[in-house]
Structure formats: C-alpha cells, structure tokens
C-alpha cells in the first residue's frame, strides 16, 4: 500500500468529515437561533447554537479514549464501523429533529445529545491512515505527503458553503428555517456512507494490518501514554493553535459577524468564503513544498508569525466595510491552508515509535479542543461585549502559543522539523 493509495483513503474520510462540521456550523449561524432558540434574541440564539456547536470538540478526546479501548478488544475495523455509524446517525438524527415549537426544551435538549454524539463518534473514526502515509513517504517529502488530508478541510467547507448558499438563493426565508436547512444534513449522511465503505476497503486488507504493525502504530495504554510522553502531548496540541484559531473565525464566526452585525447578503458572503477557501488550496500545496525544503516545524513557525501580523489588522478589515471584510477572508484563508497544512504534521512523528498511534490521536483530539472548540463562541462574545480589535488580540494569542510551544520544542528536542 502505497503513500498515494493511502493519501486518497485519507483525503476521502477527511472530507465526509469536515463537510459534516461545517454543515452544522453554517447551520448554527442560518438555521439553529430561528428552529432551536426562538425565544431568544438574534444574536443570543447564535451564542446559544455556538454552545452546542463546542460539544462535539469536548467529547472528540473522550470519544477517542473510549474507542481506542474497543480497537484493542474488537479490532480496528469493527471500531471504524461503529464509530463512522455513530457519526452518520447524529447527523441524520439532526436532519430529522423537530425545533423547539414542537418539542421546547427537549428539542435543544436532543440537539445538544446529537452534536456530543458527533464529537464522540469523530474521535472514534481514528484509523492511523494519515500516519502511516506520513511514515511511509520518503522523509524528504513528509511536508508535502502531512499537506494532504489537510486539504479536506477547504473542500469540506466548499462544499456545505455552496449547498447552504444553493438553498438559501432558491427558498423564501420562511421555507429555509421550516425545512430547507435540513437537506445538507441529509448529503452530510449520504456522504458519510460513502467514506465509512471507501475507508473500510483500505482498513479490512490484510496488509494495511501488517504495515500498522510494522510501523508501532497500535493503540497504547493512555496511563501510560499521558504517563510517559506528556510534554510531547502539550507541545503537540499547542503547535498548531495559531491555524486552528484562525480555523474557525475565517469560516463560521465570520458568517455570523456578516449575518449579526452587517448588511451584507448571506449568499454573496459565503460566495467570496468559497473563493478564499479555493485560495487556500494552493497555498496548502506551497506549504507542503516549503515544508520539504525548510522542514515542518519552521513552516509552522512562519505561518505563526504571519498569522501574529494578519491579527493586527482584524479590526480595520472586518469592521472596515463591505471590501475589507472580503480582504479579512481572502487572506485570512490564505494564511489558514498555509498553516494548517502542516497542523497534522507537527504531531505525527514526535512520540516514541510504541505511542506514536494514541499519541498523534490524541494532541491532535487537544489541538481542536484549546484551538477551535470554543474560537466562534469566544470571537462572536469578544465582539459582542468588547469589541472587534479584541478578536485580533485572541487570534494573536493563538499565534503566540504556537510560537512558544515551537521554541519549547526546539530546545527539547520535542517536535521533529522533518
């Protein structure tokens, strides 16, 4: 199997993944404050829906602790189908969810249940497929091969962004909070179908098995793995903090400052997000080769500075009108696939070959949590009550942590820059 084979496994789930997330964070924006809080103000129904919307990154680690558990009794494929069908059932089950007028509390109550569901099953679909491509490429082209899944994150959002903005275009505002907004929920489940058999092709052969083996990337002991490598596990989650903030502030915060506090048009903007997430993709490829050239670690450390730079300007481009607003997302997705491209890098290969597996899963399962879990909350409350230039100060404060774990790391020993 090689790293090519394994690289369209990878992307395939990937993307099934973030379209998922991102269909339920466009929705929190467009959908949930109308269906699941109408008892609420506008902008308290976001902050609301934003609340649930961080369960699933809450449970993401626990549902990896858990599932790492029933790979070692059941074996890797069994977990994979379990975990890929508890996925699927969250969201179908969001799909067909009655809104507060039929339910009342129950319904948020059943929403909240679902999205944790997400989370948990999310962290149980860790296959060991991104590693393993990782390792198996030459070490010259790590940087380029760590790239790669990755890429699913701006095609995931193309995707959920343009069914949102097809649906929103073609139904009155009324039929779109009535049913309208359910449909990308049902591509969502038709789409994780498709990943749960394309993933299970690669992972049932019996020489993915031996490859798993040969390169020690079996579930370990999570005692012994916090126990024994915990530096690397801190290191790891806060190398890429600076791309997992911006993550979610270029995507689902920004749409809600657009809904909440402009009068821009909600297609137009999700039109010109779908450019920047199309600009992303080159510069994930630009990543991926400057990574090979200069290594993983100081590419991770340019897009930190680049991004510590781009923070200082949140201000002037998001509440500067109509065009700067596009400017913040043009190059704010720029900056996103240059860093991100190398967030999944930074973690793959820092743990002792017996706790690479778990260990990867789990700074990875951190990383989204500290980075991007409660980014949207905390961004919408900061404008809100503080103002926009603190937006700025907290993705600056991502970028710091990334640059401080980097330099940790450099006199540790802790993240390789390969």
Sequence with gaps: MTPGDLAVGVLVG???????????????????????????????????SFAIFALA??????????????????GLPTK????????????????????????????I??????????????????????????????????????????LSEPIGFIIAAALFAYIWASLSHQEFVDWG???????????????????????????????????????????????????????????PLASYAMFHLVTIFALSWALLFTRQSVVSFLVVQIIGAFVALPCMILSGRVANRFGRRTTLAVGGVLIAVYSGWTALLLAGGTANSYVFIIL?????????????????????PEFRYSGAMITSDLGWLIGAGFAPLVALALARYAGVPYVGLYLLSGAVGTLAALWISRRSGGLPND
């Design 14 to 48: 990937r993307v099934s993944q973030s379209f998922d997330f991102f269909v339920f964070g466009i929705g929190c924006v467009l959908a949930f404050p109308e269906v699941f809080f109408p008892f609420a103000s506008q902008i308290d129904g976001v902050f609301y």
């Design 57 to 74: 990154f809450i449970a993401r680690p626990l549902g990896s602790m858990f599932f790492v558990v029933l790979q070692r009794q059941l």
């Design 80 to 107: 994979l189908t379990i975990a890929l069908f508890l996925l699927g059932m969250a969201t179908a089950g969001t799909a067909f969810l009655p809104g507060y007028a039929t339910l009342g509390w129950a319904a």
């Design 109 to 150: 109550l059943a929403l909240a249940v679902l999205r944790f569901g997400q989370g948990f099953a999310l962290g149980g679909s860790w296959s060991g497929l991104a590693s393993l491509m990782v390792l198996k490429s030459p070490k010259e082209r790590r940087g380029w091969y760590a790239m790669l899944p990755q």
């Design 181 to 239: 907004w359910r449909y990308p929920f049902f591509a969502a489940f038709a789409i994780n179908v498709v990943a749960l058999f394309a993933r299970l092709r690669m992972v049932v052969a019996p020489r993915y098995a031996e490859q798993l083996k040969e390169r020690d990337l079996e579930p370990s002991s999570m005692r012994e793995l916090v126990r024994s490598q915990g530096n690397n596990i801190v290191l790891g989650a806060f190398a």
């Design 332 to 352: 704010g997705y720029a900056l996103l696939g240059f860093t991100l491209a190398q967030a999944a890098g930074a973690v793959s290969s820092n743990f002792r």
